[in-house]
């Protein structure tokens, strides 16, 4: 059985290009639009990894990241926060609520898919 993903972004563009990548590195994958439809998702069916955007409709991704971390049942569940804000000071709050790693858009789909495989290597 494959690893699986869950991609959380709003952006129709941004998540076909991540669902294309992660198919083609064969994982399984799954996407949600927002915060609270992840959270439903990840209840019913933990993924390997979140790939999971900072700005969201409704619940922000630090908020989801945080409320990841706060479910024993999750907890190696691996997450990669996304965003085009890439301030020291966002990435330093993604890392505070339990990111496991942070990639700033526009990003080099070769440095995040090195990335997505990392984490899943990781126990």
Do not use: H
């Not at 908020?63 to 996304?82: F, H, S």
């Amino acid at each position: 059985m494959s690893a699986r993903v869950l991609i959380v972004d709003d952006e129709p563009n941004v998540v076909i290009s991540l669902e294309y990548l992660m198919k083609r590195e064969g994982l399984e994958v799954e996407v949600a639009q927002d915060g609270e439809t992840a959270l439903a998702v990840l209840q019913e069916r933990p993924a390997s990894l979140v790939l999971l955007d900072v700005m969201l409709p409704g619940m922000n991704g630090f908020e989801v990241c945080q409320q990841v971390r706060g479910r024993p049942e999750l907890a190696r569940t691996k997450i990669l926060m996304l965003t085009a804000r890439g301030r020291d000071t966002e990435i330093a709050r993604g890392m505070s609520v339990g990111a496991d790693a942070y990639v700033t858009k526009p990003f080099s789909t070769k440095d995040l898919v090195a990335q997505v495989k990392a984490l899943l290597a990781t126990p």
